[in-house]
C-alpha cells in the first residue's frame, strides 16, 4: 500500500537529513549532525507543503534564509580555526531545498540527489587527491574537450547540408566528440597508472589505436597523445563524406 504524498515526502525528507548528517556527524568541526540535518530536511519539506496551502511564495525563501543564518552564526560565535564551515553550511541549505524539492511531489528525486550529495561529502579526501594530481595541461585538455560537447555540438544544425545533403554538421562534431572522449579516457587512464606523467594532453589524442606497442616508452606515447584535435576533426569529416 502506498503512502499518501504528505507523508511519501516526509519519510524522503527525513532520510535525506539523516544520510547527509550521518556523514557531517563524522566531522568534529561541523557545527550541524545528524540530528540538525534531519531537522533541516524536515522543516523544507513543511516549508514548502504551508506555501502550497497559503499561496505563500517567500515561505521557502524565509527558512532557507534562517537556516544559513543560524549555521553562519554557530560557526562566527567560536575562534576562527581551520575549517571555516562553508561545506557544512552549503550542504544545511542544499538539504533544506531537497526536502522542499521532495514536497513538490519528487521524493525519489530527492533521495537520490540526496545520496549523490552525501559521496560528494564523504568522498573530499579522494576528490581533493585527484584535483591536486592534475597539471594545467590536464586541466585544459578536459576544458577542450567539454568546449567539444557542451558548447559546439548543441548549436550545431542537425540537419543535411552541402551537396545533396550528405554533410550534417551535428553528427560530423558528434564524431569529433567521439574520437576526442576516446583520447581523454586513454589518457586519463594512463595517467591512473602512472605510465604517462609526461605527456601534455588528452584532448588531443586522436585515437587509442595509435599507442606504439611499448606503452611505457615516453617518446613515442608523448607522440600518439599529443595530435592535435585538428585529426580528430579530419577523421571525422572523412567519414562523413
Not at 557544512?88 to 513538490?104: H, K, P, Q
Not at 585527484?130 to 560537447?149: C, K, N
Not at 548543441?154 to 551535428?170: S, T
Not at 595530435?227 to 580528430?232: E, I, L, T
Request: aromatic letters at 6%; glycine letters at 8%; proline letters at 6%.
Amino acid at each position: 500500500m502506498d503512502l499518501p504524498p504528505d507523508w511519501s515526502a516526509l519519510a524522503a525528507s527525513i532520510g535525506v537529513g539523516l544520510l547527509i548528517g550521518l556523514e557531517r556527524e563524522r566531522n568534529p568541526q561541523a557545527k550541524a549532525g545528524l540530528r540538525t540535518f534531519a531537522l533541516v530536511a524536515l522543516l523544507g519539506t513543511l516549508a514548502q507543503m504551508i506555501a502550497a496551502r497559503t499561496g505563500s511564495a517567500w515561505t521557502v525563501a524565509v527558512g532557507l534564509a534562517a537556516v544559513a543564518g543560524m549555521l553562519i552564526a554557530a560557526y562566527a560565535r567560536d575562534e576562527p580555526h581551520g575549517d571555516p564551515g562553508t561545506t557544512t553550511v552549503a550542504a544545511a541549505a542544499v538539504c533544506y531545498c531537497l526536502g522542499a524539492f521532495a514536497a513538490m511531489g519528487e521524493p525519489a528525486l530527492a533521495v537520490a540527489l540526496g545520496v549523490g550529495v552525501t559521496a560528494l561529502l564523504y568522498f573530499k579526501p579522494e576528490l581533493a587527491g585527484i584535483s591536486h594530481a592534475l597539471t594545467r595541461q590536464d586541466l585544459l585538455s578536459i576544458l577542450q574537450f567539454a568546449v567539444l560537447t557542451f558548447v559546439v555540438l548543441p548549436v550545431l544544425p542537425d540537419r543535411g547540408m552541402g551537396p545533396y545533403g550528405v554533410l550534417n554538421p551535428h553528427h560530423t562534431w558528434l564524431m569529433v566528440v567521439l574520437i576526442s572522449g576516446v583520447g581523454l579516457a586513454s589518457y586519463m587512464a594512463l595517467r591512473a597508472a602512472g605510465i604517462c606523467s609526461c605527456v601534455p594532453t588528452s584532448a588531443r589524442a586522436s585515437s587509442a589505436s595509435t599507442f606504439s606497442s611499448d606503452p611505457r616508452s615516453p617518446s613515442r606515447t608523448e607522440h600518439a597523445l599529443s595530435s592535435s584535435p585538428r585529426v580528430a576533426m579530419a577523421t571525422a569529416i572523412s567519414a562523413a563524406w
